[in-house]
Each structure stands twice: as structure tokens, then as C-alpha cells.
């Protein structure tokens, strides 16, 4: 059970170039999160989803954009690439908060990402 | 404005000691609350939750503790171990909000250093 996947693990990008994050889930979550994490910040919601073909943002969503065409695939597209966006980018997962379970997100292993 | 509050950016203690982790909020409509703990380059993982209807619930070494009245939450780790070094992060939600989703609300972390 691989959970939540998140590639690639590392990425340099040019000023103005652009890039899509990819994120799977194989635990059949309605429920899908993109995260950035800043140096010595918490973790900032970019954009949530609750179901295939319905997205939302979330407090930061500027600069990026996502799409959920099936519950499985949750990618965030930057278009222009600027240093701001430079961060930790974390994927996740969740059940419906009606499911009995502990509310916790599952969380892919992250994507690096450095604009330059 | 910052809803989730971890006041302490790092904390060093003994192995076999107790770790306690401190965690404020100042939204009164947080009615869940959860620790995640993360290592380096890995994604978090869920540790432990807390509802508010609850004062305590406690989980092996893990025991969290909410104070309502004073909106803070305390995680305890007894007794501390190495491999409990990470960093730890506080999060809320409304859960109760009537919505078919819900989204954490982090704090910035704090650096759990337990040495031998």
C-alpha cells in the first residue's frame, strides 16, 4: 500500500518556467490537500479538493493552479515560476470526516522545489 | 494572523526524560485538534488527536492534554526516546462545521531534540 505519492522529489526551475507536481493516492480518499512548508513556518494551504472535479482554494493559492479529474490524481501546476515559490510542496490525503476515522491526513514524502 | 501557535521553535531534553510540547490557538471555533511529527525529508504523519469535548486522551508514551478555557493544548512524551527526535506540529479544525470536508490549520513546529 504505497499511500500517498508525490513526484518528483527534487526540482530546480528558471524564473518564468513552469512545472506540474504530481500527486497519487491509492487509499480511495474523497479528500486531497496541497501544502507548502516555508523555512521555520508551518505548513500554508495552496488548494484542497473534496471529490473528482471539485477544487477549492485555499490560503495561498496564487501562482498555482490544480485540477482532480479522478479520485486517485491531485496535480498542481505553477505556470510562471517565481522565487516566492520556492518551498517545500506536501501532498495529502484524508477520509470523510463522517468515516469513523482520526481525521489525519496522509501525507505524500514531499517535492523540493527551488526557483532560481 | 496566526490561529495555531507554537511558541517554542526547538526543545532539548534527556533520553528517558519527558518532552512536553506546548500549543496555543487563538480561534475559539477549533474543535479538533492533532500532532503531527516529521522527520527530514519525509512527509508528516498523524501522531495523535484530541477532541474537545475531552481534557486528555492518551496513546502508549504519547498523552495530549487541552486546556479550553486557556485555548492550549500540550503534547507529553514520557518517557523520551532518540528516536523521538523530529519536528513536531500542532494543528485545528472545526470539525463539527456542518461542511463534508475539513482543513488543518498547522503551527510553525517545534524541534524535538532528545539526546542519548
Known amino acids: 500500500n504505497a499511500g500517498v505519492t508525490q513526484t518528483p522529489k527534487f526540482r530546480i526551475l528558471k524564473i518564468g518556467q513552469s512545472m506540474t507536481l504530481q500527486c497519487t493516492q491509492d487509499?480511495?480518499?474523497?479528500?486531497m490537500y496541497w501544502y507548502r512548508q516555508d523555512p521555520g513556518m508551518g505548513l500554508k494551504l495552496i488548494y484542497y479538493?473534496?471529490?473528482?472535479?471539485?477544487?477549492d482554494k485555499g490560503e495561498v493559492p496564487n501562482g498555482y493552479n490544480v485540477s482532480r479529474s479522478t479520485t486517485e490524481d491531485f496535480p498542481l501546476r505553477l505556470e510562471l515560476a517565481a522565487p516566492s515559490q520556492t518551498s517545500v510542496y506536501f501532498c495529502?490525503?484524508?477520509?470523510?470526516?463522517?468515516?469513523?476515522?482520526?481525521?489525519?491526513?496522509?501525507f505524500g514524502s514531499g517535492t523540493r522545489l527551488t526557483v532560481v | 494572523d496566526q490561529q495555531v501557535k507554537q511558541n517554542s521553535p526547538s526543545l532539548s531534553v534527556q533520553e528517558g526524560r519527558i518532552s512536553i510540547l506546548n500549543c496555543d490557538y487563538t480561534?475559539?471555533?477549533?474543535?479538533?485538534f492533532l500532532w503531527y511529527k516529521k522527520y527530514p525529508a519525509e512527509g508528516p504523519t498523524f501522531l495523535i488527536s484530541?477532541?474537545?469535548?475531552?481534557d486528555k486522551n492518551e496513546d502508549g508514551r504519547f498523552t495530549v492534554f487541552l486546556n479550553k478555557s486557556a485555548k492550549h493544548l500540550s503534547l507529553h512524551i514520557v518517557p523520551s526516546q532518540p528516536g523521538d527526535s523530529a519536528v513536531y506540529f500542532c494543528?485545528?479544525?472545526?470539525?463539527?462545521?456542518?461542511?463534508?470536508?475539513?482543513?488543518?490549520?498547522f503551527g510553525k513546529g517545534t524541534l524535538l531534540t532528545v539526546n542519548p
Open positions: 495529502a490525503g484524508s477520509p470523510p470526516r463522517n468515516s469513523g476515522a482520526n481525521y489525519g491526513y496522509t
Open positions: 487509499m480511495n480518499h474523497n479528500y
Open positions: 479538493s473534496v471529490g473528482a472535479g471539485i477544487t
Open positions: 480561534n475559539s471555533m477549533f474543535d479538533y
Open positions: 484530541i477532541s474537545s469535548i475531552k
Open positions: 494543528a485545528a479544525t472545526i470539525k463539527n462545521s456542518g461542511g463534508s470536508n475539513y482543513k488543518l490549520t
